[in-house]
């Protein structure tokens, strides 16, 4: 007589099969392991499931974003002739006829000077948009008065009216308020420094503080007819020592006077620059009411 089968606890049994690794268990160990252990990952090889998005496939495609036509800078135009050819075809030609002629305009040598020292850039259209960023000081006295120029006196014996605060174009990486220093010395120091003496002293210029604003203009350029120009316009209050009360006038030196190359000073001696500045104090009131705030020279 054969002995009786064995007794099988099957509890045991099913709970041996439940505790069994599965395959899939078998393969995620075996991919633990060579992670713990790599020579060197190679993720393109994994299980495409595995992978969030592919590697080498195709690039990743993104929404296309309209972006400004290409911006001409200062290495464009090898000379003056250059920007004016390029010019020609992209104004009417009756308002680049007036450059320099018209009075208190400027010459395509000005604006060929502004691309070369960065202070300028054209976008590619028709017209072409010139970019500039301006620093504008509103300089107040201990009445609550605030400085305007009144206008200019340019170098070809014509007048230009201003009718705004201190302003002037900024150079390229230069702050705000290194632009408000600079401006005061340019245009100011002329009379300060009788009365002051030393204008690279901060007791001498004093930034209000929290006065700075910025804003965006668009329009017409006054200094060259025809082209539409957008400002980027910063704005401080300061407090200057060393003005007169009153009207008075300050003389600038060689406006480009930093034309170091004899290239450089060819065109600056071509162009048309600023010779006095006429200035007047006039009530905070009077210049809340005016809405434009311009270029800088």
Same mark, same amino acid.
């Given at each position: ?37 790599? /020579? ?7 299980? %495409? ?7 080498? /496939? ?23 002739? %250059? ?106 120091? /002329? ?19 929290? %006065? ?77 009411? %005016? ?7």
């Amino acid at each position: 007589m054969s002995p009786p089968p064995p007794i099988t606890n099957i509890h045991s049994t099913t709970t041996t099969l439940l505790n069994s690794p599965s395959l899939p268990d078998l393969f995620f160990t075996a991919l633990s392991l060579c992670f713990l252990f790599p /020579s060197k990952p190679n993720l393109s090889k994994l299980p %495409s499931f595995l992978i969030p998005f592919p590697l080498n /496939s195709s690039p990743r495609r993104f929404l296309k974003i309209p972006t400004m036509s290409r911006t001409h800078h200062s290495n464009s135009f090898s000379t003056p002739q %250059s920007l004016s050819e390029w010019l020609k075809p992209r104004l009417p030609s009756d308002s680049f006829a007036s450059w320099g002629v018209k009075p208190g305009t400027k010459n395509v040598h000005n604006l060929w000077l502004e691309l070369a020292e960065g202070e300028t850039s054209l976008a590619d259209s028709t017209p072409p948009l010139r970019t500039v960023q301006v620093v504008t000081v509103r300089i107040i006295d201990k009445n609550n008065l605030v400085l305007i120029e009144t206008r200019q006196e340019l170098s070809d014996g014509s007048l230009r009216e201003r009718n705004r605060p201190l302003s002037e174009k900024m150079k390229p990486n230069e702050t705000p308020e290194s632009a408000v220093y600079r401006a005061v010395r340019e245009e100011l120091g /002329s009379i300060i420094k009788g009365s002051v003496g030393d204008l690279e002293s901060e007791s001498v210029v004093r930034i209000v503080p929290g %006065s700075y604003r910025m804003k965006l203009e668009e329009r017409n350029s006054a200094s060259y007819p025809g082209l539409p120009a957008c400002y980027v316009l910063h704005s401080m209050d300061a407090v200057v020592e060393g003005l007169p009360e009153g009207q008075f006038c300050t003389e600038e030196g060689d406006e480009y006077g930093d034309c170091g190359e004899t290239s450089m000073r060819v065109v600056a001696d071509k162009a048309v620059s600023v010779k006095k500045h006429y200035w007047e104090w006039v009530s905070a009131e009077s210049i809340k009411s %005016s809405s434009s705030l311009v270029e800088g020279n």
